[in-house]
C-alpha cells in the first residue's frame, strides 16, 4: 500500500517571500501525485499533478512542484507567496494501474503575513 | 455544470439522533467517496462506490452507511450520532481509469454533535 507524508504541519511565511512545501511517498509501484488547495471554509480543488513525463509540473496560482524518483519526494514550490495564498495543501498519491483510490498526506496548514 | 453539490452546509445533531447527508454530481463520474476532516487527521476515508450499485469500506466507516442507487447521488446516512462524529464531511468523485484522473470536492458540511 501507498502512504505519504507531509512533513510540516504548518509553514508561516511573510508576503513575497519563497515558500516550500515538502512531500515524501512511499509505494512499490510507479505512482501519480497530486497537490490540492483547501481554502478557509471550502472544499479542495486541483493545484497540479504530476502523471508521466517532465518532473518539474506547474499548476496554477504561479505553483510549481518537481517529482523526484529516487528521493520519493514531490515538493510544492512557489517563487514568491501572497496574501491570499494561506490555505491548507495536501498532497496525495494513487497507484498507477492500480486502485483509483488517491492517499492523502495530512496537509500543511500555509500562514501568509504581511 | 454544478460540479459535486453537497447538503446541508450546517447541521447540528444530538446525540441518537440520525441524519442523512446529500451528495450529488453531474460528471458523469463513476468513483464517488466520503471524506471526514478532522484538526491534524487530514482527510480519511469513510466510504466509497466504484459505480451504482457498488460500495465499499474505507479507513473509517463504523456508525457511517452509504447507497448508491444512480451515478449522480451517494448519501451518506449518520445511524445513531456520537460527539465523536463532529467533523467536516467532504464528497469527492472522479472518473476511475487507474488513478491518474483527480478528485472534485465538494464544498463540504459542517456537523456538530452534542
Known amino acids: 500500500a501507498q502512504s505519504v507524508t507531509q512533513l510540516d504541519s504548518q509553514v508561516p511565511v511573510f508576503e513575497e517571500a519563497p515558500v516550500e512545501l515538502r512531500c515524501n511517498y512511499s509505494s512499490s ?76 498526506g495530512r496537509g500543511t496548514s500555509l500562514i501568509v503575513h504581511p | 455544470n454544478a460540479g459535486v453539490t453537497q447538503t446541508p452546509k450546517f447541521q447540528v445533531l444530538k446525540t441518537g439522533q440520525s441524519m442523512t447527508l446529500q451528495c450529488a454530481q453531474d460528471m458523469n463520474h463513476e468513483y464517488m467517496s466520503w471524506y471526514r476532516q478532522d484538526p491534524g487527521m487530514g482527510l480519511r476515508l469513510i466510504h466509497y462506490s466504484v459505480g451504482a450499485g457498488i460500495t465499499d469500506q474505507g479507513e473509517v466507516p463504523n456508525g457511517y452507511n452509504v447507497s448508491r442507487s444512480t451515478t449522480e447521488d451517494f448519501p451518506l446516512r449518520l445511524l445513531s450520532a456520537a460527539p465523536s462524529q463532529t467533523s467536516v464531511y467532504f464528497c469527492a468523485s472522479s472518473f476511475t481509469s487507474g488513478g491518474a484522473n483527480e478528485q472534485f470536492f465538494g464544498p463540504g458540511t459542517r456537523l456538530t454533535v452534542l
Open chain 1, 29 to 104: 509501484v510507479s505512482v501519480y501525485l497530486f497537490w490540492y488547495v483547501q481554502y478557509p471554509n471550502q472544499g479542495l480543488q486541483l493545484l497540479l499533478k504530476y502523471l508521466s513525463g517532465s518532473t518539474l509540473v506547474k499548476g496554477i496560482n504561479g505553483f510549481e512542484a518537481e517529482f523526484n524518483k529516487s528521493q520519493t519526494s514531490f515538493h510544492l514550490r512557489k517563487p514568491s507567496v501572497h496574501i491570499s495564498d494561506t490555505a491548507e495543501y495536501f498532497c496525495a498519491v494513487s497507484v498507477q494501474g492500480g486502485s483509483y483510490i488517491p492517499t492523502f
